[in-house]
């Protein structure tokens, strides 16, 4: 499975972005996909996945403000971030996992979100 991601940028603090995943490869093999975002001197987080039924879930901080969606083919993922705020800022991940709750059996190449005035 291969996963490109696409949109970050900058973007004032209160404003919207959405960021696009798109798999090829093996899409058959992903049963849920997601994004985890990394802030400078940060671990690594979770911050949304969406299973092939539907199913979502959020990190607290981000519940109410963002959203994560896919597809009918099941082969994209989509972020949609609202009412961003500066602790935002991060490089997001756009990942794939074969069943939730392992390791992703992939990675995009990250895309970074500036909220800044």
């Known amino acids: 499975v291969q996963l490109q991601a696409f949109g970050g940028g900058l973007v004032q603090p209160g404003g919207s972005l959405t960021l696009s995943c798109s798999a090829s490869?093996?899409?058959?093999?992903?049963?849920?996909m997601g994004w985890y975002r990394q802030a400078p001197g940060k671990q690594r987080e979770l911050v949304a996945i969406?299973?092939?039924?539907?199913?979502?879930n959020y990190t607290e901080s981000v519940k109410g403000r963002f959203s994560i969606f896919r597809n009918n083919a099941k082969v994209a993922a989509y972020l949609q971030m609202n009412s961003l705020k500066p602790e935002d800022t991060a490089v997001y991940y756009c990942?794939?996992?074969?069943?939730?709750?392992?390791?992703?059996?992939?990675w995009g190449q990250g895309t970074l979100v500036t909220v800044s005035s």
């Open positions: 969406i299973t092939n039924g539907g199913r979502v």
């Open positions: 490869g093996s899409i058959c093999s992903i049963n849920a």
């Open positions: 990942t794939a996992w074969r069943q939730i709750n392992t390791e992703p059996i992939a």
